[in-house]
């Protein structure tokens, strides 16, 4: 079993950056692929980055890619999302999940196993 608790969020201005921070507990932790998704009001939660469980490829969505950067201390039980260049679209509650199962699919919620509660984040102009 995997519990996972955000933290970071906060309000930014456009431009700014800002790190979010996923603790994670549960032995599985160093074999799961570990992601981050967000949902802005009204909207679907959709997927921003992943990373393997060994910390050796990452994948990004095509609206954070160069600005976002997802990375990972096994030693700690921890994921994070490093978000420079803020844009007022980034705005939402940001999620870390982790995906145990094997698989080559990085960006289909559906696909992960645990969630956390999110974290909101707010960038404004």
């Known amino acids: 079993q995997v519990q996972l608790v955000e933290s970071g969020g906060g309000s930014v201005q456009a431009g700014g950056s800002l790190r979010l921070s996923c603790a994670a507990s549960?032995?599985?932790?160093?074999?799961?692929?570990m992601g981050w998704f967000r949902q802005a009001p009204g909207k679907e939660r959709v997927f921003v980055a992943a990373?393997?469980?060994?910390?050796?490829?990452?994948y990004y969505a095509d609206s954070v890619k160069g600005r976002f950067t997802i990375s990972r201390d096994n030693a700690k039980n921890t994921v994070s999302l490093q978000m420079n260049s803020l844009k007022p679209e980034d705005t939402a509650v940001y999620f870390c999940?982790?995906?145990?199962?094997?698989?080559?699919?990085?960006?289909?919620?559906?696909?992960?196993?645990?969630w956390g509660q999110g974290t909101q984040v707010t960038v404004s102009s």
């Open positions: 990373i393997t469980s060994s910390g050796d490829s990452t």
């Open positions: 549960g032995r599985t932790f160093s074999s799961a692929t």
């Open positions: 999940a982790a995906k145990v199962r094997y698989g080559s699919i990085w960006a289909v919620e559906a696909l992960y196993d645990y």
